[in-house]
């Protein structure tokens, strides 16, 4: 989606409707790197103290992050996705953990119904390349590798609104893979080839029940720590 210069008054808030419409739009997705103050100035023909102010209101509801020296990033697709991020970012790990596990069992059931071939293929491919990250113990490979696998999990339900939610929640999501990889692992932890199957198979109470006994298991060791 192109940006259309802005010629009219109001110009913060238009500046502001115009880049939440680039999020929106997906054309900024979550963790993109927003253009410069200058470029947005330029495409926008705005001063740039105009673009640093919609810049900061929409950092301040949660949808950028300005990071000192590298840029602007874009933290979350909606004010409300915004919020939700603060608060788990305040929130215990167990507390994280038991918000990932609604998520992420609905997300295996739903995808056991409705995965495509292409989704599929993206749920194999991401198991691979993480079995391989652990074989060779490269940890943080391994990390993104499984944070990818259960995001494309996510995907494969195609319902937009919980993909969104997931998108939002990503860094508290891999933070927690993170803590999870740190520490030792369970054959649980490691062996996501049952869930992959049963989504494969389009099982949905087995795909359920998979994601259930991994998600319960990294939960009740959260809860041990924190007690």
């Known amino acids: 989606m192109p940006l259309a210069s802005t010629r009219r008054t109001g110009l913060v808030d238009q500046v502001i409707s115009q880049l939440r419409a680039q999020i929106d739009s997906g054309e900024w997705g979550i963790g993109d790197r927003i253009p410069t103050e200058s470029e947005l100035s330029d495409q926008?023909?705005?001063?740039?103290?105009?673009?640093?102010?919609?810049?900061r209101a929409l950092a301040h509801a949660g949808l950028l992050e300005i990071r000192q020296g590298a840029g602007t990033f874009v933290r979350a697709s909606s004010e409300l996705g915004g919020a939700l991020r603060r608060r788990l970012e305040r929130s215990r790990l167990r507390e994280n953990l038991e918000v990932r596990r609604a998520l992420e069992m609905e997300a295996a059931r739903l995808a056991a119904l409705r995965r495509t071939d292409e989704d599929l293929a993206e749920i194999e491919r991401a198991l691979a390349l993480r079995d391989e990250a652990w074989r060779a113990q490269d940890m943080g490979t391994f990390v993104e590798t499984d944070f990818a696998f259960?995001?494309?999990v996510v995907h494969a339900t195609h319902n937009p609104l919980l993909i969104e939610l997931y998108d939002d929640i990503a860094s508290v999501v891999y933070d927690s893979i993170a803590h999870s990889a740190n520490i030792e692992p369970t054959q649980d932890d490691l062996d996501h080839d049952r869930l992959g199957a049963a989504i494969r198979d389009?099982?949905?109470?087995r795909a359920l029940q998979e994601a259930a006994c991994y998600l319960d298991e990294l939960?009740?060791?959260a809860a041990d720590t924190e007690d």
């Open 44 to 55: 926008l023909e705005v001063g740039r103290n105009t673009v640093r102010e919609a810049v």
């Open 150 to 152: 259960h995001r494309a």
């Open 202 to 205: 389009g099982d949905a109470g």
């Open 219 to 221: 939960v009740s060791r």
